[in-house]
């Protein structure tokens, strides 16, 4: 079973802080090779921000500023809920207005919340999902994540599925949906971790078999 080590938000001053050693969701390793891999994660709730931004980083932003809000209190039950890590930014092309990106911006429930999330304020346009067990293949990738080079990145990840055994496994080949999962500080320059995820049908792969793909 493993865990990434995550960050923690703070706003202050309309300055973002990270504060180490948060929750994470739970997975194991089932396949590894030099630029991939593959990872069954646990069933797990996420409370998702829907964007119509055009642009990731736009998105991703705005998207977490409403995220923020829900974690400092702006549920139903005014409870203050401890950040999480990754930040996740699903994008699925031409899903958007004029056959734009649509982008969803994730955040993982800390166990506390899982069985019961806080229910947000209206106003902030939030939705809970919970998936299922499930398979995702991995690239990752250093510095920072932008516009102009999330989709790079996932194309690296395209053809080294399609040189494995899995390449009839995703979605990802034909509809190009994927994740980009952001660990670190914006103030941080030197050792940044990012992954790209793309949903993988477990039934082909040994340690897998019961996982299902997530739906966005």
Partial sequence: ????????????????I????????????????SDFEIRVYRESSWM?????KISFEKATKLGFHRLFQYIQGANLNSSRIRMT???LTSIVPDAGPLH????????????????SPPIPLPELNLH????????????????FARDNNIVEEAEKLAISLR????????????????????????????????????EIDGSQIPGCESGSVATY
């Avoid at 960050?7 to 973002?16: E, G, K, T, W, Y």
């Avoid at 809970?128 to 510095?143: E, K, L, N």
């Avoid at 040189?163 to 660990?183: E, V």
């Fill in 1 to 16: 079973m493993g865990y990434l080590a995550g960050v923690s938000f703070i706003i202050l001053a309309n300055l973002l």
């Fill in 18 to 33: 990270f504060v180490t050693g948060i929750e994470s969701p739970q997975y194991s390793v089932v396949h590894s090779e």
């Fill in 48 to 52: 998702s921000a829907p964007s119509d």
């Fill in 85 to 87: 890590a990754p930040v």
């Fill in 100 to 115: 734009s990106s649509a982008y969803f911006v994730r955040f993982y429930l800390p166990v506390k919340f899982q069985a």
């Fill in 128 to 143: 809970p999902v919970h998936w299922p067990t499930h398979c995702v293949a991995i690239r990752q990738f250093s510095g």
């Fill in 163 to 198: 040189r494995s055994p899995w390449a009839n496994s995703t979605d990802f080949l034909d509809k190009n949906a994927y994740s980009i999962a952001q660990y670190n500080s914006p103030f941080r320059f030197i050792g940044r971790i990012n992954e790209v995820w793309a």
